[in-house]
């Protein structure tokens, strides 16, 4: 299992930005995919993440409205839109994967998943 996240960078208050996950050596049609972001001293926060056996899509209430998380299985990709990006959004991003349908409220919990792609940084500002 192999996570590749790219489409990190600088971006103005307000501006857009969205970043890719490519997945190898699994398939996006089984288990949970999140992103998450770690901002610097802060701890790991859930951002987005999508259960694949019902498609069930959930949001941190921070990002609620703001980003789209979206899945293309023939591309075996995860994209995350983030628009009306603000200051407070930067950090660097993560996808992550479990081959378990988490429940709901753990969807979002770090401790759920076991493999990890490297961060790529977000960094809003003017």
């Known amino acids: 299992v192999q996570l590749q996240a790219s489409g990190g960078g600088w971006v103005q208050p307000g501006g857009s930005l969205r970043l890719s996950c490519a997945a190898s050596?699994?398939?996006?049609?089984?288990?949970?995919i999140a992103w998450f972001r770690q901002a610097p001293g802060k701890e790991r926060e859930g951002v987005s993440g999508t259960r694949r056996a019902d498609r069930k899509l959930v949001y941190a209430n921070s990002v609620k409205g703001r980003f789209t998380i979206s899945v293309d299985t023939a591309k075996n990709m995860v994209y995350l839109q983030m628009s009306a990006l603000k200051p407070e959004d930067t950090a660097v991003y993560y996808c992550?994967?479990?081959?378990?349908?988490?429940?709901?409220?753990?969807?979002?919990?770090?401790?759920?998943?076991?493999?990890w792609g490297q961060g790529t940084l977000v960094t809003v500002s003017s």
């Open positions: 050596g699994f398939t996006l049609d089984y288990g949970t």
């Open positions: 992550a994967t479990t081959s378990r349908n988490m429940i709901f409220s753990a969807i979002l919990q770090p401790d759920s998943y076991e493999s």
